[in-house]
């Protein structure tokens, strides 16, 4: 059987017609606001959304930079969640294909974000997925994901600043395609919430994308496609 296609929060056309109807009844009773997080949506209007969205899989985006051999992974295995034992793993296996050495890959290693924050606040331990036209309408935000191989967890850690060219010239930017559910509430965890997005859309609100944390790898039955940018 064909999986049911996932919605995509920014084009009504993917919307069922029960959220359909939800969002406009949660568009007759909800104040004005300028952006999609400002919007104070009451907990009634909240849960309608969510009662049809509880079954549902939306679309979601996953922003990184990839080596050959890290698309075959991803397709075969998923995303994973972001931890020291990723990052670890992409780079001495990107050592092992010859990128740089390996005196390089343990200075890389001790000075990862997920490394700097082990024994502190622990391990993030998600997975960081965006929805909505983010690339489209806020490119910048995704550019140290996709600017730099090994993304936000070694772009931002100040140890790693030496191979910064090294790093943004390794691999192509790509995006991952994913359908998510949305199953159980509590994972994953938005911002802005989805019904604050949708009740934009149809408002036509600037700024309607989000972030978007899993708690739980994405398997690979869930990927939709991994697309490289360039």
């Known amino acids: 059987m064909t999986p049911e296609a996932p919605i995509d929060i920014s084009s009504p056309k993917t919307w069922p017609d029960s959220l359909a109807a939800a969002v406009?009844?949660?568009n007759r009773r909800t104040a004005h606001a300028a952006h999609?997080?400002?919007?104070?949506?009451?907990a009634e209007g909240a849960a309608a959304i969510?009662?049809?969205l509880g079954h549902k899989r939306v679309l979601a985006r996953h922003f990184t930079r990839l080596l050959p051999h890290e698309l075959g992974s991803i397709r075969a295995a998923g995303l994973r969640l972001y931890s020291r034992a990723l990052?670890?793993?992409?780079i001495d296996e990107a050592a092992a294909h010859g990128y740089f050495d390996t005196a390089i890959a343990e200075v890389l290693?001790?000075?990862s974000i997920p490394a700097a924050e082990h024994g502190k606040r622990g391990d993030r331990d998600f997975v960081c997925l965006t929805v909505g036209p983010?690339?489209?309408?806020?490119?910048?935000a995704v550019e140290p994901l996709i600017g730099t191989w090994g993304g936000e967890g070694i772009y931002f850690a100040s140890g790693a600043k030496p191979y910064r060219s090294l790093l943004q010239g390794l691999g192509r930017p790509a995006v991952v395609h994913v359908s998510l559910s949305l199953a159980n509430r509590s994972m994953p965890r938005f911002w802005p919430p989805p019904e604050q997005l949708l009740l934009g859309k149809v408002r036509d609100l600037p700024e309607l994308?989000?972030?978007?944390?899993?708690?739980?790898?994405?398997s690979p039955s869930a990927i939709i496609d991994v697309e490289l940018l360039d």
Do not use: Q, Y
């Open 134 to 140: 983010v690339l489209e309408e806020n490119a910048h």
């Open 87 to 90: 990052f670890d793993e992409r």
């Open 24 to 26: 406009a009844e949660l």
């Open 50 to 52: 969510w009662a049809v």
């Open 36 to 42: 999609p997080s400002d919007l104070e949506i009451d």
């Open 209 to 218: 994308f989000g972030d978007v944390f899993s708690r739980e790898a994405i």
């Open 109 to 111: 290693k001790s000075a």
